[in-house]
């Protein structure tokens, strides 16, 4: 069974910083790419960032990028999101999601979603 | 690619059918005759959970219930009889320009 469990969420000042962990369990971790996935209070979803499996390819949201930092360790089975410079609109749930990639990594759907970490800035 | 859902919001009689429409900014349609358009269902308090793929296909548990149709760049998800547990907010969700996706704003079902 696909397990994703976050933690790291907590408050934190406007110009603070906070690390988002992912510990994956129950499919082979490496050979699938990994996204953050947020959602603020009230509001709906918005995808933030992307890993390959292998680290080689990483991507941003326009409204992260130079700030957010994702990274994950194959060996630990687990994804991280080190958020810098953070301010009152980064305020939201964030969820670990597990990408199925197909057409060549080109396209692709999140299949699995784990039950979210809230990150409070204020 | 802008994803647009109507309405925004939606009460349902149990038992009655519901619809909901969502539109892309640019074809989902592919030159490998897929369409990347998914369907995701946020039940209160919880995670998003994967309904339909590739605009018709079931994920397996799925109700058969729940149908989603459509082509090209509008798409419709329709709930044949709605049960209490089908409360929830749906999402749709390109899947064409990974990993830059993006959803709809959510379509909110609610029980009369």
């Known amino acids: 069974e696909v397990q994703l469990v976050e933690s790291g969420g907590g408050s934190a000042q406007p110009g603070g910083s906070l690390r988002l962990s992912c510990a994956a369990g129950g499919f082979s971790f490496s050979t699938y790419s990994m996204s953050w996935v947020r959602q603020a209070p009230g509001k709906g979803l918005e995808w933030i960032s992307y890993?390959?499996?292998?680290?080689?390819?990483?991507y941003y949201a326009d409204s992260v990028k130079g700030r957010f930092t994702i990274s994950r360790d194959n060996a630990k089975n687990s994804l991280y999101l080190q958020m810098n410079s953070l301010t009152a609109g980064d305020t939201a749930i964030y969820y670990c999601t597990r990408v199925e990639a197909y057409g060549g990594n080109s396209r692709g759907y999140f299949d699995y979603w784990g039950q979210g970490t809230l990150v409070t800035v204020s | 690619i802008v994803m647009t859902q109507t309405p925004l919001s939606l009460s349902v009689t149990p038992g009655q059918p519901a619809s909901m429409s969502c539109k892309s900014s640019e074809s989902l349609l592919q030159r490998d005759g897929k369409t990347y358009l998914y369907w995701y269902l946020q039940k209160p308090g919880q995670s998003p959970q994967l309904l339909i793929y590739?605009?018709?296909s079931r994920v397996s548990g799925v109700s058969t219930r729940f149908g989603g149709r459509g082509s090209g760049t509008d798409f419709t998800l329709e709930i044949s009889r709605v049960e209490a547990e089908d409360v929830g907010i749906y999402y749709c969700m390109q899947g064409l320009q990974l990993p830059l996706i993006t959803f709809g704003q959510g379509t909110r079902l609610e029980i009369k």
């Open positions: 590739e605009v018709s």
């Open positions: 890993v390959s499996g292998g680290s080689k390819a990483i």
